[in-house]
């Protein structure tokens, strides 16, 4: 008999794919790769991919985009009851936003170690400072969701070897997801 808890993994395995179709269309648009999908009773409320570049601005990160839209879509500021899916872990202000909105899941693909806010250089979801710690899980579809922004690096250096000579090491592209363009 299948367990509760084998049930949950195959639903976030499921919105983790939709996360990572979010951040197939970022690299299509030459953007790094990131996709996050907001999930609230099992239905799909809001989407996003990283699109820095095209609109030219620092806060338009995936989470962002799709934490915007799920608001817009539930007409509330307050995201309780929804789980945040997002390929890559989250920056300190994504994960400002979680909070802000009350997020109370958070699941997501690999670790940054550059910029990572839940894990990597910060652990701001546990901080028992402030008012909302979003339960996290991390490590779903973690290949993929790494493999996507590694293909995504090594086509870019490819294309633009002088732009990242001095940026990319041999410790690894995690080191370099947050690179600046
Ligand atoms: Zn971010």
């Given amino acids: ?9 195959a639903g976030d395995s499921s919105f983790m794919e939709l996360a ?3 951040a197939g269309r970022a690299a299509e648009n030459d953007e790094v790769p990131v996709g996050a999908v907001v999930v609230y009773e099992g239905r ?5 991919h990283n699109r820095r570049e095209a609109l030219q601005r620092p806060t338009a990160h995936a989470e962002i985009m799709a934490l915007e839209q799920a608001s817009a879509e539930l007409q509330s500021w307050r995201l309780q009851d929804c789980t ?9 202000m994504c ?3 979680i909070i802000q909105a009350r997020v109370p899941r958070l699941v997501f693909g690999c670790l940054d170690p550059k910029a ?14 402030l008012n909302h710690r979003p339960a996290v899980r991390r490590g779903v579809l973690e290949e993929e969701c790494r493999q996507i922004l590694v293909e995504f690096f090594s086509r870019l250096r490819k294309k633009e070897p002088s732009a990242f000579s001095n940026q990319l090491s041999a410790e690894g592209e995690g080191k370099v997801l947050k690179a600046d363009r």
């Fill in 84 to 92: 945040l899916y997002v390929t890559l872990e989250p920056c300190l």
């Fill in 95 to 97: 994960v400002g936003a």
């Fill in 20 to 22: 990572l179709e979010e």
């Fill in 1 to 9: 008999m299948e367990s509760s808890l084998s049930r949950i993994d």
């Fill in 44 to 48: 799909v409320v809001g989407r996003g």
């Fill in 116 to 129: 990572g806010a839940v894990e990597s250089l910060y652990h701001a979801c546990e901080d028992p400072r």
